[in-house]
């Protein structure tokens, strides 16, 4: 398959599972538990892994496992974005006297398509940091989550978060907003209900992405996907309702011919990821 298919194939799975609650969340749950219990990948690739395997949890090639002394199972590759380069010579345009290291340069060409094989589809010796991320995600799942009290817990957490980043937090009668930004200061509804880590998220995610110095230039529809998605990932999988927010991203989604579609969804996960990272590793 050509790597421009693959990618196309993969926000056309997730265009398509906008369309759906239940898949949405599924979807947002996976992308949170990737993140926070499984091994580290670019944002394309959380995608393209989840797009083929829902529960991938450590992936590597054919070669790694075999010197790991696994074996992968047949058929269960999964594809992969990899990296191609070109090293270059640097050219002696400056007198300065360099590093021979860095006469070097490395280009980046594209990428290209590679096989991967999570862990679960290897069978061998067992991996003894792998199966503690296992036994951690399975003993997340199992514990009582999205209580009042954890989720409390987790909103206070989030405050605190936030202000040690700068920002002022706020609270008054914020009527049907539940919350809103200036970019500096955060303002929630005051009657501090379930919804308040969804809100805080969202209004995080915007001063994150929509209000520094070095904030792309992007219309309202784009902004609102990204702080939606962040939202959606932190509370999908503190095991949240995530109504509200897949019902806005389907909003905002739908308005867009399936080119626009895909370039919105890209850039909006590119862009969301890293933010949904940050907040579930400090909560
Ligand atoms: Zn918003």
Avoid at 38 to 47: A, C, E, M, P, V
Avoid at 148 to 163: A, D, H, N, Q
Wanted: overall charge positive.
């Amino acid at each position: 398959m050509k790597t421009e298919e693959h990618f196309n194939n993969i926000l056309d799975d997730i265009i398509s599972k906008i369309e759906d609650e239940k898949l949405l969340k599924d979807f947002f749950k996976n992308i949170g538990e990737t993140i926070t219990f499984g091994k580290q990948y670019s944002f394309l690739n959380i995608l393209s892994i989840l797009s083929q395997k829902e529960k991938a949890i450590y992936t590597e090639g054919f070669h790694t496992w075999r010197k790991k002394g696994r074996f992968p199972k047949k058929n269960t590759g999964i594809k992969i974005f990899a990296p191609v380069f070109k090293t270059i010579k640097k050219e002696d345009e400056e007198e300065n006297e360099q590093e021979e290291q860095d006469e070097k340069k490395k280009l980046l060409l594209g990428f290209k398509l590679i096989t991967v094989f999570d862990y679960t589809d290897t069978k061998g010796e067992k991996i003894q940091e792998i199966e503690e991320k296992i036994i951690k995600r399975n003993l997340y799942k199992k514990n009582a989550f999205g209580s009042p009290s954890e989720t409390f817990e987790k909103t206070k957490k989030l405050m605190r978060y936030v202000i040690r980043q700068g920002y002022k937090l706020r609270f008054k009668d914020t009527g049907d907003a539940g919350g809103f930004t200036n970019g500096k200061e955060i303002t929630i509804d005051k009657s501090f209900k379930k919804q308040s880590l969804a809100v805080l998220c969202h209004e995080y995610a915007h001063c994150k992405l929509h209000f520094n110095k070095k904030a792309r230039s992007i219309d309202n529809i784009q902004k609102e996907v990204e702080a939606g998605i962040v939202s959606a990932i932190v509370i999908a999988k503190a095991g949240l309702n995530i109504n509200k927010e897949a019902g806005y991203i389907s909003f905002y989604a739908q308005q867009q011919d399936k080119e626009k579609k895909r370039k919105l969804i890209f850039e909006a996960f590119k862009f969301a990821l890293p933010v949904a990272k940050e907040i579930l590793t400090n909560i």
